[in-house]
């Protein structure tokens, strides 16, 4: 059973580019979530989808934007990049919606440095 | 609102020794507590998780956790510490209220010593 996985693993952006980070739901799993890690932090909640559709948004801003497709893979696109958006980005599924206690399986991220 | 908080940003043990990673929690509703560990470099693994079913988790690696809900606390533990338990450790919590996001807290950075 393949795990979640993340591509680029790493990534340098310009302050106003704009980046997509990808990642590949666990088989079977038809929810995904994305978050923010900045460094010596805890992750934070950016959003969730389930089945194509967003199913809860943490407090970032618009610029932050995602997709879920068909086959439950899932982009995340930052436009008009900040410093501080430099951070690890990881991408967790699950089962279902994890309003009930899912589990949620994490890949190993993205590191995206802004200069 | 939920929110956690581990006490202690760094906590540093002999091998062999008790692990205690401490971790409160505050929800409106009870909660489902989860605990993750992550390697450096590397995303994060559940560790374990509490969903009512029992106070006392056991999970992976000889860690343990035991929801009080009086104290409002997950404590994470283990009876001896291995080398190989040296990382950052988060507790989390998703309140059935709050729609699907994992509430992390700080983390905590064990360190094991020889």
């Known amino acids: 059973e393949t795990g979640v996985t993340q591509s680029p693993t790493h990534l340098i952006k310009t302050r106003g580019q704009q980046v997509t980070l990808r990642c590949s739901s666990q088989?079977?799993?038809?929810?995904v979530s994305w978050y923010q890690q900045a460094l010596g932090q805890g992750p934070q909640f950016i959003f969730q989808?389930?089945?194509?559709?967003?199913?809860g948004r943490g407090n970032f801003p618009p610029r932050f934007s995602g997709l879920q497709f068909p086959n439950y893979s899932s982009e995340l696109n930052v436009n008009a990049l900040e410093l501080d958006d430099s951070a690890l980005y990881l991408c967790?599924?699950?089962?279902?919606?994890?309003?009930?206690?899912?589990?949620?399986?994490f890949g190993p991220g993205t590191r995206l440095l802004v200069l | 609102a939920q929110s956690v908080t581990q006490l202690g940003s760094h906590v540093s043990v002999s091998e062999g020794a008790l692990v205690l990673l401490r971790c409160n929690y505050s929800s409106s509703v009870p909660p489902y507590l989860f605990w993750y560990v992550q390697y450096p470099n590397q995303g994060l693994q559940l560790l374990l998780k509490?969903?009512?079913?029992?106070?006392l988790v056991k999970g992976i690696n000889g860690f343990e956790a035991e929801f009080k809900k009086s104290e409002t606390s997950f404590h994470l533990t283990k009876p001896s510490a291995h080398m190989s338990d040296a990382a950052e450790y988060f507790c989390a919590v998703i309140g059935n209220n709050a729609g699907n996001m994992l509430t992390f807290g700080g983390g905590t950075r064990l360190m094991v010593k020889p």
């Open positions: 509490y969903t009512s079913a029992a106070t």
């Open positions: 989808y389930y089945r194509e559709e967003e199913n």
């Open positions: 967790a599924s699950s089962p279902s919606r994890t309003g009930d206690g899912e589990t949620q399986y």
């Open positions: 088989s079977g799993h038809n929810t």
